[in-house]
């Protein structure tokens, strides 16, 4: 509620607040990695993939939901100053930044401890406070990482709130949602509703259902929307070559194309039941386009209006 308070308010505002948070967790995550560094035993490296390379796909599609927040960049364009610019290198540097992190955390998290100590329990819940506590690490760092992991929660909420709250933006200005959708706040000038539609429509749900079956559910859509993106560059680099682009995509169609390899085995590594659950909400998409948005889509009526 705060943070759809927060954004609400104004975009500069949320910028401000997530940089302060961001630099915070980054902080937490260098303190870890160096104190971590200090109590890696290199055995506990053995063995290096005890569960093969399925065991890698289906971590690898569990763990993605940690980079589902990057796409968030592109739906800030319109706030950008120079968005041809600036939103690649957004998306392509903070993706290596956050990778190298990522993996530097892993590399010492089990060198500290086995991996089969995070199974389960109160290492299972909080993995790097745990292995601090277990090892005799000074209650400081610990405190400084259960501060970071708070704050790199919180700033998470605020960029899934802001890019879900602009995607509805889009689409109702559209016409693939109702107009209410794209109201703009008279005085802040931000979609007010898109956000306190989003703060509802998924916080409500967030706390009523369980945190992995929600996260495989998010993974699964997300992986199969970048799998549309990929099918989407392949599309429009044929139909439409001479158009101006600011980016290009290099090597059209085999990054598509290996995306979309990647992205479709990360999917089959997911559960049965998120497969049910995603051609529920699938079915559930498809009929509310088939029903209203269609009918009232812009650029359906213009594609109409070129092909008569």
């Given at each position: 509620?705060?943070?759809?308070?927060?954004?609400?308010?104004?975009?500069?505002?949320?910028?401000?607040?997530?940089?302060?948070?961001?630099?915070?967790?980054?902080?937490?995550i260098?303190?870890?990695?160096?104190?971590?560094?200090m109590?890696?035993?290199?055995?506990?490296?053995?063995?290096?993939a005890?569960s093969?390379?399925?065991?890698?796909?289906?971590?690898g599609?569990?763990?993605?939901?940690?980079?589902?927040?990057?796409?968030?960049?592109?739906?800030?364009?319109?706030?950008?100053?120079n968005?041809?610019?600036?939103?690649?290198?957004?998306i392509?540097?903070?993706?290596?930044v956050c990778t190298?992190?990522?993996?530097?955390?892993?590399?010492?998290?089990?060198?500290m401890?086995?991996?089969?100590?995070?199974?389960?329990?109160?290492?299972?819940?909080?993995?790097?406070?745990y292995?601090l506590?277990?090892l005799?690490?000074?209650?400081?760092?610990?405190?400084?990482?259960?501060?970071?992991?708070?704050?790199?929660?919180?700033?998470?909420?605020?960029?899934?709130?802001?890019?879900?709250a602009?995607?509805?933006?889009?689409?109702?200005?559209?016409?693939?949602?109702?107009?209410?959708?794209?109201?703009?706040?008279?005085?802040?000038?931000?979609?007010?509703?898109?956000?306190?539609?989003?703060?509802?429509?998924?916080?409500?749900?967030?706390?009523?259902?369980?945190?992995?079956?929600?996260a495989?559910l998010s993974?699964i859509?997300?992986?199969?929307?970048?799998?549309?993106?990929?099918?989407g560059?392949i599309?429009?680099?044929?139909?439409?070559?001479?158009?101006p682009?600011?980016?290009?995509v290099?090597?059209?169609?085999?990054?598509?194309?290996?995306?979309?390899i990647?992205?479709?085995?990360?999917?089959?590594?997911?559960?049965?039941i998120?497969?049910?659950?995603?051609?529920?909400?699938?079915?559930?998409?498809?009929?509310?386009?088939?029903?209203?948005s269609?009918?009232?889509s812009?650029?359906?009526?213009?594609?109409?209006?070129?092909?008569?």
């Amino acid at each position: 509620f705060i943070l759809s308070l927060l954004l609400v308010r104004g975009v500069r505002e949320s910028a401000e607040a997530n940089n302060v948070m961001v630099a915070i967790k980054i902080g937490a995550i260098l303190t870890f990695l160096v104190v971590g560094g200090m109590l890696v035993n290199p055995a506990n490296w053995k063995p290096f993939a005890p569960s093969g390379f399925g065991g890698i796909v289906t971590g690898g599609a569990i763990v993605f939901f940690t980079y589902i927040g990057f796409d968030s960049v592109s739906t800030a364009a319109e706030e950008c100053r120079n968005p041809q610019r600036d939103l690649p290198f957004g998306i392509i540097a903070s993706l290596i930044v956050c990778t190298v992190l990522y993996i530097g955390v892993a590399v010492v998290l089990l060198g500290m401890m086995k991996y089969v100590t995070f199974a389960s329990g109160a290492a299972a819940e909080a993995p790097v406070a745990y292995a601090l506590q277990q090892l005799g690490a000074h209650r400081f760092f610990r405190s400084i990482i259960v501060i970071g992991a708070l704050m790199g929660m919180i700033s998470s909420l605020l960029v899934f709130q802001y890019g879900q709250a602009r995607i509805w933006y889009a689409m109702s200005r559209d016409g693939l949602l109702p107009k209410l959708f794209s109201a703009v706040h008279p005085k802040f000038q931000t979609p007010h509703w898109s956000t306190w539609i989003a703060c509802f429509a998924v916080g409500i749900p967030a706390g009523l259902v369980d945190i992995g079956d929600a996260a495989d559910l998010s993974n699964i859509g997300t992986l199969f929307a970048f799998v549309l993106v990929s099918l989407g560059v392949i599309f429009l680099r044929r139909k439409q070559p001479e158009r101006p682009r600011a980016f290009r995509v290099p090597l059209v169609p085999w990054f598509p194309l290996i995306s979309i390899i990647l992205c479709g085995g990360l999917m089959m590594g997911l559960t049965v039941i998120t497969w049910i659950r995603f051609v529920v909400w699938l079915v559930i998409g498809l009929l509310i386009y088939a029903t209203y948005s269609h009918r009232h889509s812009e650029f359906a009526r213009s594609a109409a209006d070129e092909g008569s």
